[in-house]
């Protein structure tokens, strides 16, 4: 299954020609488990196991100013 992530934002007018934009962001929208591959090392006790996975949901918020 494929990562969807998702950003909103909205612009506040400044003045004539500045604006501050506020920014919403969710990496990983789903919370999916996303495995990295197995590990390949032949020699390795953990062959063949997977060891990592990407990362999990994360929201940003950010403040934008525009000028």
């Known amino acids: 299954m494929p990562i969807f992530d998702l950003s909103l934002f909205k612009n ?3 003045g ?3 604006r501050v934009q506020f920014r919403a962001e969710c990496f990983n ?3 999916h488990a996303n ?5 390949n090392d032949i020699a390795s006790p953990e062959f063949g196991r997977v060891l990592e996975s990407a990362a999990p949901r994360l ?4 403040l934008k100013f525009v000028f």
Do not use: D
């Open 12 to 14: 506040f007018p400044v």
């Open 29 to 31: 929208v789903a919370n």
């Open 16 to 18: 004539e020609s500045k």
């Open 35 to 39: 495995f990295m591959l197995p590990q």
């Open 59 to 62: 929201f940003q918020l950010a």
